[in-house]
């Protein structure tokens, strides 16, 4: 055991801060912390405080004078656990607060307190008594740019603290600004002496840190032991293991840094003192099951009863909940997952015991397919399947199927099946190995029965379609096995064609419970019972009626199709009249037995008659030859009559040539069967037309133009560019073309009348408009006044003539010369010339020829800069608008190309403006002076004599000299008497004082001067007045 012994000491420990409060006002706080118990009684808190205030390099700028705000006392007793000490410590405080203003300063502010003396009984740095204490901090630069305060710590560090037990301090601080904070340990600075334990004014920066008594205790290990004292950098958890009872002095800095330019803002340095004391610590201890069933009750209770404070918190560090307090807890976990239980012997004391574990409550979670408590519907008679899956697979589970059902397989196990002929309630009892318990129920109804309406059979007629079931169920499916002969497999009323009769079997489902069943249909197909009499081949002469099938059956009823060529359809021996081959369906049936057939009869046409049938008119135009087009056969004859206008009666396809009209008979016969054919055909021949596509024109424009077609009788008309009016253009009489080539357009017009006959003719449409162009404006540069204008042929071949200019008073050649005319001009005119070319087309064209006179001045406001005064001359080019502007030299200038320019040369320079509109350009210059100013003689001087008598010459005494910007000239008498003064370079002494004239003699001066580069000339000399 180290006793505490009363000493003459007092400083515990202490920081500064401070506050931005905005226009450069700042709260600087003070606290200090002394020792209640071992402080003289005479060493009590400064009053006032005295902090001093430094620049940043160390210069000392002022000493702030604080009082004490009040004071507190820290009693922090000894917990049960203590056993080193009797007494407690403790522990009083005051604080300090003053606000000052404080000016932007290069390199900040630097705040410092200095006291003596720390305790004597402090065990781990060198004579503490000597020591002292320094509290100190940095106003940067930085952060007076952004008006920061600096972190405040949250709480003051335990007084006690446990040996050999681990150390878990808070030490986090908040800041304002939300600017980075990083923590660590660093060492005390030393601050008063016995000697001189308040130091008015503080010693300035930098200051000594504490000795560290080595090798046992460093920077590094301020405490001692293997487990040396740390601090988290970003959150500022202390932790450690102070292995050595005693007093110990530890620092802790935090550091504040600008989250966008990384920048330091501030370091506060907190200096305190740590006691380190034995503790016999109560070991917290219960027993608790690793697994219960969840909404099973548990009772915990605490091992040992070391503790008067017991507490019981449930979660996990961080996010524990205070569930009870006391030597026992009840518990019931209404849900499965993990549970930390943890046991509080005496919570936020130095005699602190924790124990802690995890209780997993379990709960049987299973996934069932279907989802248990929900209704299920099957169809009579299936299978029903329930599936369980186990979520936990490191917990086996018990299954225990019950039902009233037919139970077909799976108990015992996770997958059972039941055979369902009634509605069903199946209940699943689960268990594990745990005991926990779990009940599922699957309720299963039974769907409806199917009603398809679905008939047992059919009888039908051998290849007749037969439309079965019409009155069934159309809210269900069917398929249908076999599918040959139905018209449909797959609907419930399908369509039956057989050739003999068949058993089927029908698979009917609703789709909505997805039950089904299956039936048989026997379709039974029933024989005709009758002959015929139809022959299924006859043959025809070529559109020569004739009866078939003498045989026929005059019992059945026969329907014929197509009715083509037929006397009737409902015979079985119609007359058949065709003129090629035709395959008929005929349908017969038998009224006997209702049954129906379908024969297929053939009726062909003698081939004697290939031939296609001929128009009974045929048209022509007067005197072209022109065939019909009969197709001809060798198998036939040919004859027509009468023979007029053809070349040969005696064949298919004679040329007819006519005037007039005919009337023509063709007779043609087969030589085999003696058939023949009989054709009357008119020929109309049309009547003679005239056309016209009108006259041959010639156009000064390029359109738009009509063309007009005419003719004798009523046409159709066709225009075209190309003979073979392979463009069709229009078909009306009158064409109207927008535009047209500047050529000889030639159009084709093609005229006929309703029977094909037609009529050609040509018309010549040419566009020769007048092409030549003149620029729109021409212009003349002063003092130029002749201008040359000319016209533009674009086409060399329309031959430009008869010209004639206008005005003429103005026109140096003559008015009618040709395609150019020279005027010499004295303002802007316009030109006119009138011409034509060898079509006869005219042409107008005007230009205007525009006189430009280009008079400037350049002016400046400063010709003569002086050098290295940085002076500007703002010159400018007036006279001239809408102009453009070129400078050389570039050297100096701000633009180039503007009418203002300002100047800056180095030296003397010629600047040159080439003032320029429309191509016209005039040339200016100017020169700026840049003097080299030299204030003092001979350049500035005072004349040694000077005759005031009215002659005009040398009769005032001034101050002669270049670039004087301001002086100071006074005139005394050899007495010292003053008898002129001026500020005036321009002013001088006219040898009077006081309205008299002086009498000759030598007079002093003094002159002080100014000049234009602000250097300045002195001095003191004489002058003779001479009259």
């Not at 001359?873 to 570039?890: E, F, K, L």
């Not at 270049?962 to 006219?990: A, C, H, P």
């Amino acid at each position: 055991m180290v006793p505490f012994t009363v000493n003459a000491t007092h400083i515990v420990g202490g920081e500064i801060g401070y506050r931005c409060l905005g226009g450069n006002q700042y709260e600087i706080t003070l606290r200090v912390f002394r020792d209640c118990f071992n402080a003289n009684p005479t060493a009590f808190f400064d009053d006032p405080g005295i902090i001093g205030v430094y620049a940043s390099n160390g210069l000392r700028l002022n000493n702030i004078s604080l009082r004490p705000i009040g004071n507190d006392t820290l009693r922090e007793g000894l917990d049960s656990c203590y056993t080193s000490f009797i007494n407690s410590v403790c522990v009083h405080t005051t604080v300090y607060k003053s606000v000052i203003t404080l000016n932007p300063r290069v390199g900040g502010y630097h705040f410092v307190y200095q006291r003596c003396c720390r305790n004597t009984t402090i065990s781990n740095i060198v004579n503490p008594t000597e020591a002292g204490a320094t509290y100190d901090i940095l106003l940067t630069e930085a952060a007076m740019q952004k008006c920061n305060s600096s972190p405040v710590v949250n709480r003051w560090p335990p007084v006690y603290v446990c040996a050999n037990q681990e150390l878990n301090v808070n030490s986090t601080a908040t800041d304002v600004n939300n600017d980075s904070i990083a923590y660590k340990i660093c060492a005390p600075l030393v601050g008063g002496t016995l000697q001189r334990p308040q130091p008015i004014p503080p010693t300035a920066p930098p200051f000594q840190p504490v000795t560290w008594l080595g090798p046992t205790y460093s920077l590094a290990n301020v405490l001692g032991g293997n487990n040396p004292l740390t601090i988290d950098v970003n959150t500022g958890i202390m932790k450690g293991v102070p292995p050595v009872l005693g007093q110990f002095v530890v620092a802790v800095c935090i550091e504040e840094y600008d989250r966008s330019s990384k920048n330091l803002l501030s370091v506060v340095r907190r200096d305190f003192q740590y006691n380190v004391v034995n503790c016999t610590v109560p070991q917290a201890t219960f027993e608790a099951p690793a697994e219960v069933c969840v909404g099973s009750k548990l009772n915990l209770k605490r091992g040992n009863t070391g503790a008067k404070s017991v507490e019981w918190y449930l979660g996990e560090p961080g996010a524990e909940k205070l569930i009870a307090k006391g030597d026992s807890v009840n518990l019931t976990f209404t849900s499965s997952g993990k549970n930390r239980i943890t046991l509080y012997y005496e919570k936020g004391t130095a005699c602190q015991s924790t124990f802690s574990t995890v209780i997993d409550a379990v709960a049987i979670d299973v996934i069932s397919l279907p989802v248990a408590g929900q209704n299920s519907v099957v169809c009579r008679g299936s299978n029903f399947e329930i599936n369980i899956q186990n979520k936990d697979m490191n917990r086996a589970l018990t299954y225990n199927w019950q039902t009233n059902g037919n139970f077909v397989s799976g108990q015992g196990t996770s997958l059972a099946t039941f055979k369902m002929d009634a509605p069903t309630l199946i209940t699943l009892n689960l268990s594990n190995a745990l005991g926990c318990k779990s009940t599922l129920i699957f309720p299963v109804a039974i769907h409806a029965s199917i009603q398809s309406n679905i008939n047992s059979g059919v009888q039908l007629c051998r290849d007749v379609p037969t439309v079965t079931n019409e009155n069934f169920n159309k809210n269900l499916s069917y398929s249908w096995l076999p599918q040959n002969g139905l018209s449909n497999p797959n609907i419930g009323n399908p369509v039956i064609t057989l050739k003999s009769s068949q058993i089927y079997s029908v698979k009917i489902t609703n789709a909505e419970t997805k039950c089904d069943t299956t039936i048989s249909f026997n379709a039974i197909v029933k024989p005709f019972g009758a002959e015929t009499g139809i022959d299924s081949l006859s043959t025809v002469c070529y559109n020569v009626g004739k009866q078939i099938n003498p045989k026929f059956n005059d019992k059945l009823i026969y329907s014929w199709s197509p009715a083509t060529g037929l006397s009737e359809t409902t015979k079985g021996n119609p007359t058949v009249k065709l003129k090629e081959s035709m395959t008929y369906s005929v349908k017969i049936q038998n009224p006997a037995s209702g049954c129906d057939t379908t024969v297929s009869v053939r009726v062909e046409v003698s081939p004697m008659l290939p031939v296609v049938e001929l128009d009974t008119t045929l048209n022509f135009c007067p005197g072209i030859p022109k065939k019909v087009n009969l197709p001809e056969s060798t198998l036939v004859t040919y004859l027509w009559s009468p023979s007029t206008g053809l070349d040969n009666a005696n064949v298919a396809n004679p040329t007819f040539t006519l005037n007039t009209n005919q009337i023509y008979t063709v007779k043609i016969t087969d030589p085999k069967t003696n058939c023949n054919l009989v054709w009357k055909v008119t020929a109309q021949v049309s009547p003679e037309a005239t056309i016209s596509a009108g006259r041959d024109t010639t156009l000064c424009n390029y359109g738009p133009y009509t063309l007009t077609a005419t003719s004798s009788i009523p046409l159709t008309f066709q225009w075209s560019r190309l003979p073979d009016f392979s463009n069709n253009l229009g078909n009306q009489a009158t064409l109207k073309r927008d535009t047209l080539s500047r050529a000889e357009n030639t159009f084709y017009l093609k005229a006929s009348d309703a029977k094909g006959c037609f009529w050609r003719d040509t018309v010549v449409i040419s566009a020769f408009p007048v092409e030549a162009t003149m620029q729109d404006n021409y212009v003349v540069c002063k003092p130029v006044d002749l201008t040359t204008v000319t016209i533009k042929d674009n086409d060399p071949n329309q031959g430009l003539k008869n010209y004639s200019w206008f005005p003429v008073n103005s026109l140096t050649t003559k008015p009618n010369e040709g395609p150019t005319a020279i005027y010499k001009i004295n303002a802007t005119s316009l030109v006119n010339v009138n011409f034509e070319n060898k079509y006869g087309c005219k042409k107008t064209l005007e230009t205007q020829l525009e006189l430009i006179d280009i008079k400037v001045n350049v002016t400046t406001d400063r010709e003569t800069l002086i050098k290295g005064n940085n002076e500007i001359a703002n010159i400018s080019v007036t006279g001239c608008t809408d102009c453009a502007y070129a400078w050389t030299p570039t050297t100096g200038l701000n633009a180039t190309n503007t009418a203002s320019v300002r100047a800056t040369p180095q030296d003397t320079t010629i600047y040159k403006v080439v003032v320029s509109k429309k191509g016209c350009k005039e040339e200016k210059t100017i020169r700026i002076n840049v003097d080299n100013v030299n204030c003092g003689e001979p350049n500035i001087f005072v004349p040694n004599a000077f005759t005031p008598n009215n002659d005009g010459n040398n009769d005032i005494l001034k101050v002669r000299g270049r670039w004087i910007s301001k002086l100071q000239f006074v005139v005394y008498n050899r007495w010292g008497q003053e008898m002129f003064t001026t500020t005036d370079l321009n002013n001088g002494w006219n040898g009077v004082y006081k309205g008299n004239e002086v009498a000759p003699d030598v007079y002093n001066y003094f002159l002080q001067v100014t000049c234009l580069d602000n250097k300045t000339f002195m001095k003191r000399g004489n002058t003779t007045l001479i009259k």
